[in-house]
């Protein structure tokens, strides 16, 4: 891999992915993905990036998929994280912000400090996002007003809610059967006004139309959508685009 490419690294509490991204054609020569284990963070880190250290890169962009994170709005946003330490109490960890001017916001967010630190000793010219900032700024291809944008890994799915084409929720769920992840999102749209018959659900991540979690949400749902493919080259394979839109995400709010 020449060194005009950058990284698009991507981590989250159960996942790493990582696409190798040539800015000046905007095209993605190579994709991986790679599931473990909640706890298994740590173990497998350095085996990951050893191989990928090894390549240089323009840049290196980390999408940091971690649940911690909070959406402020940016007349209230001192350069302080004491909310986000207050809310979710996690030791040991490097505090961030994205400001999201076009929506009036930060995204203020946590990663692990030992995370942090790996990265740092393995590459240069790093930068940091986290993983709700791009699926906010990045155009979905969708209209309606009225939308539940959800991102699926092995583990976990992630929501972004823009009611009214405002923001008004953006979190992180754990989840074992796709009936938890019913769950959730009818709970969501009672919470928030939303009819179930009229709120577009747009699926990304892990899942499929052949898979017994995209049955579930069809029964519940009447807009259900993939995301759509991004404007961007990608490399042949047999899966699907939308399983990497978050990298496609990246690339397109950092170009």
Known sequence: ??????????????????????????????????????????????????????H????VHVCSAFPQSLLVPTKYFNNKYDV?????DQPAQEYFHDRINDWQMVNVYAMPQQLHQTLQQRF?????????????????????D????VHFTPGFFRVLLKKESV?????????TTPLDVVYYLLKICYEFGLEQSSVFLILSGLVDKDS????????????????????????????????????YNLATCVS
């Not at 020449?2 to 095209?27: P, Q, V």
């Not at 986000?84 to 979710?88: D, E, G, H, R, S």
């Not at 029964?219 to 961007?232: D, G, K, R, S, T």
């Open 56 to 59: 240089r890169f323009q840049s």
């Open 146 to 149: 009225n939308q539940l944008m």
């Open 1 to 54: 891999m020449s060194d005009e490419h950058s990284l698009l690294l991507e981590i989250g509490n159960d996942y790493f992915s990582y696409a190798f991204w040539h800015r000046n054609s905007n095209t993605i020569d190579q994709l991986q993905f790679i599931s473990f284990q909640q706890t298994e963070l740590d173990e497998h880190l350095p085996t990951l990036l050893n191989e990928i250290s090894q």
């Open 212 to 247: 017994n979690l995209y049955t579930e949400l069809e029964q519940y749902f009447v807009n259900v959508h993939f995301a759509h493919p991004p404007e961007i080259g990608l490399p042949g394979g047999n899966h699907p685009h939308h399983f990497f839109t978050s990298l």
């Open 167 to 175: 923001i008004h929720l953006a979190q992180t769920y754990a989840y």
């Open 84 to 88: 986000l330490n207050l809310v979710y």
């Open 124 to 144: 240069s010219n790093l930068h940091f996002v986290h993983a709700y900032t791009p699926g906010i700024q990045v155009y979905n291809g969708y209209v309606a």
